[in-house]
């Protein structure tokens, strides 16, 4: 048995316990052992024969409870070194603090080392810049709805440079929905598609890893129609997801929908999220756009590089057609709505004007140029 004694023991716990056990006098016990008659004094009358902790049963502190943790808390915290911390702690604290007093506290409390700091992990690359066309794509599975026989899948795609995103949603996870979901990219998206970047699963590729490794043959049913449209098609390193990391945050955004909401149907599962990619591209502001909306940043984009669009950017055409007919007139097309807006609403009406009043869109109806309607949130 591993008996533990104090560094300065003069007793063992066999001596301990004849001492106990025996008759004679301290005196006599004392000049046996070798010991003084204070030591017999003390386990002649103790019931055990193991060291008690010397530790005081009431320190005597230079600090009140709610000063050391003020200390404790600055030194996790701020991660002072002692004599950092102790300069500290005399000039708010306590003024007349002693050095060990701060260290046996610090002992005490378990925080007398300072905790290592961690290597600094390389910051993420940003994605490099492009110009609109460059889309990564990927898919993610969708729960079984009751009225549904299989899972679904949304296939996802995103573009690099403006963050506009168009989904589908798909029964099968397998080549051909996929060449019909580039399909459907190519014919919604306003710009011109140039590359494609996905992942290595084989509803995008052949390529294979692991003992049966080989590269993509360009053969599969995706590479066929991408050559046919013209697209560059790029594959993802092997155990790398952050390459094709902004259709892995949208997907993110998508189980958040998912997780955050009750469907009845598939039907309603769709129009779901549907309705909520109809939001993200026309009405939610993003930083990496300098918090425009992915469909101003394509109007954007449009103006300045018209030769990458192959169709119009419209979200709703009255302003457009507004501000195009202002410009020919050389006004400000703001102004001109604030000032007819003004008129309308301080002329005499006449008996025509009181009539188109009760009609649902008033008077400013019939006034040109015309004035810019509030956008509706009702998607079409």
């Not at 110009?131 to 573009?159: C, N, W």
């Not at 060449?179 to 990219?185: W, Y």
Request: aromatic share 8%; with cysteine; hydrophobic share 35%.
């Amino acid at each position: 048995m591993m008996i533990a004694l104090h560094k300065n023991a003069t007793t063992t716990p066999a001596v301990r316990a004849q001492i106990q056990q025996s008759s004679a006098t301290e005196g006599e016990l004392a000049a046996q052992y070798s010991i003084s008659r204070t030591t017999v004094q003390r386990w002649k009358h103790r019931d055990s024969v193991e060291d008690r902790s010397h530790t005081p049963h009431r320190l005597q502190t230079t600090l009140n409870a709610g000063q050391e943790e003020l200390v404790v808390y600055l030194r996790k915290q701020l991660r002072l070194p002692l004599d950092d911390l102790l300069a500290v702690v005399r000039e708010f604290i306590h003024p007349t603090m002693g050095r060990s007093s701060l260290h046996r506290l610090l002992v005490r409390r378990g925080v007398d080392q300072l905790p290592k700091p961690s290597p600094e992990s390389s910051p993420a690359k940003p994605f490099k810049a492009y110009e609109p066309g460059y889309v990564h794509i990927d898919v993610k599975y969708l729960p079984q709805m009751a009225d549904e026989p299989s899972r679904g899948y949304v296939f996802v795609a995103i573009d690099r440079a403006t963050r506009w995103v168009f989904i589908s949603i798909k029964r099968r996870k397998t080549a051909a929905a996929a060449r019909s979901f580039l399909n459907e990219v190519a014919k919604a998206a306003p710009f011109v598609i140039s590359t494609i970047l996905t992942d290595n699963g084989k509803e995008f590729t052949d390529r294979l890893f692991g003992s049966r490794a080989k590269d993509a043959s360009g053969e599969h049913e995706f590479d066929l129609l991408c050559d046919s449209l013209g697209i560059e098609h790029r594959l993802t390193r092997p155990r790398t997801p952050q390459t094709n990391g902004m259709v892995e945050r949208f997907n993110g955004r998508l189980e958040q929908v998912l997780q955050t909401h009750r469907f009845n149907s598939a039907e309603d599962l769709s129009k779901t999220l549907h309705r909520y990619v109809w939001l993200y591209n026309q009405h939610l502001p993003q930083k990496a756009l300098n918090h425009q909306t992915p469909l101003i940043a394509l109007k954007r984009w449009q103006e300045s590089h018209p030769h990458l669009f192959k169709k119009k950017v419209i979200n709703h055409p009255g302003p457009d057609i507004y501000k195009r007919r202002c410009a020919s007139a050389g006004i400000c097309w703001r102004t001109s709505a604030r000032r007819t807006a003004s008129m309308s609403a301080s002329a005499t009406p006449s008996p025509s004007s009181q009539q188109a009043s009760t009609s649902p869109q008033g008077p400013t109806t019939m006034l040109w140029p015309q004035v810019r309607r509030p956008f509706s949130c009702t998607p079409p």
